[in-house]
């Protein structure tokens, strides 16, 4: 999902040029960094207005849906997402996002309020589960209807099941490159040494000077929305703000520390989209 924003081209494994030239690729760096609040209904509904998929389907060919967050793919391939008044924005102009409005509340509060509108989707998400609680409190404020109910309605539908709704393509192949564990995570170690030879760091030091630094100023940096939530960003923060302001031992530290720190993030995520794969797609 990191890839539909401007920027950081190696951090988010983007596919190069020469890869692009071979195969055109739609959904890639058209989103301004500085967007905070673009989501999943964002880009299923950016797809379906440009026609990409219908598109391709048009000219007699496959379309292929490539990508490592797979709430994103899943979001292209059944009925899951839930419209609401929220309108899609790809310019940096501060747009009100209700979502992030009540994201700022206490999460206890927030689970109150929800428990008050939707005690079924209360019931089920956990008060520090901040996201999950204000995006169904967001739900319910826009549409007038509990969460929980639309749910309920989505998997009623013919083809639906406990999982979500049908399939908006009914004859859709999934393939899951599975490997060992052991074999994977050498793997993305070997990935992040290569991001590091292919000039990350560099990418990284000119990221955070044209867009992060004056946040980080001023106390207002963000690593939980946008681009900023990228893996390998945030990891690498103590070595950012204090390059150039600390001896080269701490700096080298620091730098040792953020390379570790986005293995191991790297690892973890990788387990996650396994986990998401056998839970969600694999038990539909």
């Known amino acids: 999902s990191s890839q539909v924003y401007k920027g950081l081209d190696i951090i988010t494994n983007k596919v190069s040029p020469q890869e692009q030239r071979l195969c055109r690729h739609h959904m890639i760096s058209f989103v301004d960094p500085l967007v905070s609040n673009y989501t999943v209904v964002d880009f299923r509904d950016k797809a379906a207005a440009l026609r990409h998929i219908d598109d391709i389907f048009a000219r007699d060919k496959i379309p292929i849906v490539v990508g490592g967050t797979n709430y994103y793919i899943e ?13 899609a924005s790809t310019a940096p102009e501060p747009v009100t996002d209700r979502k992030v409005e009540l994201e700022q509340l206490d999460g206890v509060e927030l689970h109150r ?11 089920k998400l956990h008060p ?3 996201r999950k609680v204000a995006r169904s409190l967001q739900v319910f404020e826009e549409t007038g209807i509990p969460h929980s109910e639309i749910l309920h309605q989505q998997q009623e539908e013919e083809g639906g099941g406990p999982l979500g709704g049908p399939l908006k393509y009914p004859h859709s192949c999934i393939l899951w490159l599975h490997a060992d ?20 760091l560099e990418e990284l030091r000119d990221f955070h000077r044209r867009y992060n630094q004056e946040k980080v100023a001023e106390n207002r940096q963000d690593y939980q929305h946008g681009i900023f939530q990228s893996i390998g960003f945030k990891e690498f923060h103590e070595y950012l703000i204090n390059e150039g302001n600390c001896s080269p031992e701490t700096s080298a530290l620091l730098l040792q520390k953020g390379i570790q720190a986005l293995k191991q993030v790297t690892k973890r995520y990788a387990r996650r989209q396994n986990k998401w794969v056998r839970n969600r797609f694999l038990r539909r």
């Open 128 to 130: 520090h589960d901040k």
């Open 113 to 123: 309020r929800l428990s008050q509108v939707d005690p079924e989707m209360a019931a």
């Open 75 to 87: 979001s292209l391939l059944w009925k899951v997402l839930i419209n609401t008044k929220e309108k």
């Open 181 to 200: 564990q052991a074999a994977l995570d050498q793997r993305l170690e070997k990935r992040v040494d290569d991001m590091l030879a292919a000039g990350l």
